[in-house]
């Protein structure tokens, strides 16, 4: 499969808005809702598929991913239903994080969409998130992230 450049984030306001939707429908059709089990897997950008790196100086753009990372991800789409990427990061380096991983051909490498990228600028709500997402998997360099996914 062949992504296209990400040309639109997805949000922790679109998975909420999409997961109340699927709870309204089911209330409105008196049903219960049961999702079957679906093993999902979050992946953190920096320390994860690139060394920790200061996206705030221009040198990010020559940064070069971790090696095998991407082809490793693409190993792990016959093991998961979807793969995430989620980042915790300052909303100023969204756009650098995004650039970077175009530059990279980091969709088409791994085969994750780029509508499973989603950012969030707190470890809590990076948290919330994965809870959203129904996350069974996490890799994370930093085990304050991983506790409160939990």
């Known amino acids: 499969m062949i992504n296209q450049p990400m ?9 909420l808005a999409e997961a109340n939707l699927k709870l309204d429908q089911a209330n409105n059709d008196n049903q219960l809702l049961v999702l079957p089990r679906k093993d999902v897997l979050a992946i953190d950008l920096s320390g994860c ?6 996206f705030t100086n221009t040198l990010y753009a020559h ?11 693409k190993l792990c789409q016959d093991w998961f239903d979807d793969i995430y990427i989620v980042v915790k990061t ?3 380096n969204v ?13 088409l ?18 948290a ?6 129904g996350l069974t998997h996490m890799i994370d360099d930093t085990i304050d992230i991983l506790n409160k996914a939990k």
Request: charge should be negative.
């Open 95 to 107: 756009t650098k994080m995004v650039e970077w991983l175009d530059k990279q051909n980091f969709w």
């Open 7 to 15: 040309t639109e984030y997805t949000t922790p306001s679109k998975v």
């Open 90 to 92: 300052a909303s100023d």
């Open 109 to 126: 490498f791994s085969g994750v969409t780029s509508l499973h990228c989603v950012f969030c600028i707190s470890p809590v709500a990076k």
């Open 128 to 133: 919330e998130i994965c809870q959203l997402l």
């Open 49 to 54: 598929l690139v060394k920790k790196s200061n």
């Open 63 to 73: 940064t070069k991913p971790i090696e095998d990372a991407f082809e490793t991800i």
